[in-house]
């Protein structure tokens, strides 16, 4: 059974960081690529970033390019999201979620495999 488990969200200031990770288990995770998702309230889920599980090429959303770097760790089966410089528009429910293509791709329905979220509130 393939599960993961997003960790790290919670209460911070504008212009704040905070660092989310995903531990998958269950899968091959060397061979997925890995993506972050968000969701606010009342608006669809929308990507933030995906990392590649060859060459770890990388892909951000524009409203995060420059302020958030996602990473990996395929020892330790974790991705990670290191997100800088937070607003108040970033506020959402937080999501990874894997994909066995080799493209770090935006298209959710790429992804076959999701975590519950974690919560992360910026206040401004």
């Known amino acids: 059974q393939v599960t993961l488990v997003e960790s790290g969200g919670g209460l911070v200031q504008a212009g704040g960081s905070l660092r989310l990770s995903c531990a998958a288990s269950?899968?091959?995770?060397?061979?997925?690529?890995m993506g972050w998702f968000r969701q606010a309230p009342g608006k669809d889920r929308e990507f933030v970033t995906a990392?590649?599980?060859?060459?770890?090429?990388?892909n951000y959303a524009d409203s995060v390019k420059g302020r958030f770097t996602i990473s990996r760790d395929n020892a330790k089966n974790t991705v990670y999201l290191q997100m800088e410089s937070l607003k108040s528009e970033d506020t959402a429910v937080y999501y990874c979620?894997?994909?066995?293509?080799?493209?770090?791709?935006?298209?959710?329905?790429?992804?076959?495999?999701w975590g519950q979220g974690t919560q992360v509130t910026v206040s401004s």
């Open positions: 979620a894997a994909d066995p293509g080799i493209i770090a791709t935006r298209r959710i329905g790429e992804y076959d495999y």
């Open positions: 269950g899968l091959t995770f060397s061979r997925y690529s």
């Open positions: 990392i590649s599980w060859i060459g770890g090429g990388t």
